[in-house]
T-cell receptor, first 117, second 111 residues
Framework: KAGVTQTPRYLIKTRGQQVTLSCSPI?????VSWYQQTPGQGLQFLFE???????NKGNFPGRFSGRQFSNSRSEMNVSTLELGDSALYLC????????????????FGPGTRLTVL | QQQVKQSPQSLIVQKGGISIINCAYE??????FPWYQQFPGKGPALLIA???DVSEKKEGRFTISFNKSAKQFSLHIMDSQPGDSATYFC??????????WGLGTSLAVNP
């Protein structure tokens, strides 16, 4: 099976711009989560989508948004970029995190490195 | 907000030595402790995971031990190899299904 793919791999934007990142999960995986990774903060959870619905959300401002399509592919959007948004954005997919506490393995993509100038 | 404190931040071990990484968590309501390994330029990948009803789990050279009373779990890498050089993250599942992550340990194994 192909792994999780993310596009683009690298992105340079300037403050105030907006950006859209794309994630294609492993075939058959229905849950997609997004994380922001920075050296000082580690992995910070952004949100999780399941069956085109946001099922969970982290503590990020409304400038960060996402969506999931019927084929489970997901996009995240960051509007009005700030310098502090420079980070590696990781997407992870899992089979199904349905109800209760899940122990599903999350499979990560290689990430999109976003640099905001 | 529930947190997990991971230590050390960085670790240098000689080839053949034992690497030990610790994580201490707060509060309760968890049932899954995965460890992830991340190489430069790659996303994290699941290395090994444990549930709290088990005190230890071993997979090859990697062992997780769990101390519920101390609210701590540890990763031991026996016979560490240069190929183990990576960043290691501990995590646990919170009661709202989010994975709470440690800040990572950068491991360097000298040949």
């Amino acid at each position: 099976k192909a792994g999780v793919t993310q596009t683009p791999r690298y992105l340079i934007k300037t403050r105030g711009q907006q950006v859209t990142l794309s994630c294609s999960p492993i075939s058959g995986h229905r849950s997609v989560s997004w994380y922001q990774q920075t050296p000082g903060q580690g992995l910070q959870f952004l949100f999780e989508y399941f069956s085109e619905t946001q099922r969970n959300k982290g503590n990020f401002p409304g400038r960060f948004s996402g969506r999931q399509f019927s084929n489970s592919r997901s996009e995240m959007n960051v509007s009005t970029l700030e310098l502090g948004d420079s980070a590696l954005y990781l997407c992870a997919s899992s089979l199904d995190r349905d109800g209760g506490i899940s122990t599903d393995t999350q499979y990560f993509g290689p990430g999109t490195r976003l640099t905001v100038l | 907000q529930q947190q997990v404190k991971q230590s050390p931040q960085s670790l240098i071990v000689q080839k053949g030595g034992i690497s030990i990484i610790n994580c201490a968590y707060e509060n309760t309501a968890f049932d899954y402790f995965p460890w992830y390994q991340q190489f430069p330029g790659k996303g994290p990948a699941l290395l090994i995971a444990i549930r709290p009803d088990v005190s230890e789990k071993k997979e090859g050279r990697f062992t997780i031990s769990f101390n519920k009373s101390a609210k701590q779990f540890s990763l031991h890498i026996m016979d560490s190899q240069p190929g183990d050089s990576a960043t290691y993250f501990c995590a646990f599942t919170s009661n709202n299904r989010k994975l709470i992550w440690g800040l990572g340990t950068s491991l360097a194994v000298n040949p």
